[in-house]
């Protein structure tokens, strides 16, 4: 769950930020750029960069238990 989460994050960053890719790839616990863009090809279907080219908006992944990472502040 927490790596789904991490990945749902940098999906955010990429579509809201200007956060280089490489950045986005170290906050989700990456060591890599390449590990990175293996993981999130796998769970998006499409390379970080592209899918911040592309506009992509869509940062949920599928979830049994439903909880996604959310931008929102909750107190």
């Known amino acids: 769950m927490r790596r ?3 990945l749902e994050r ?3 960053q990429l579509s809201s930020t200007r956060f280089p890719v490489t950045e986005i790839a170290f906050e989700a616990n990456y060591n890599s ?3 990175f863009t293996r993981a999130f090809r796998r769970a ?3 390379s970080p960069s592209l899918y911040r ?3 992509c908006a869509r940062i ?3 979830s049994a238990n439903d909880f996604h990472f959310s931008r929102e502040i909750h107190h």
């Open 33 to 35: 750029l390449e590990a």
């Open 10 to 12: 940098a999906a955010w």
């Open 53 to 55: 080219r592309t506009g």
């Open 44 to 46: 998006f279907g499409i």
């Open 4 to 6: 789904r989460l991490l």
């Open 60 to 62: 949920h992944l599928p």
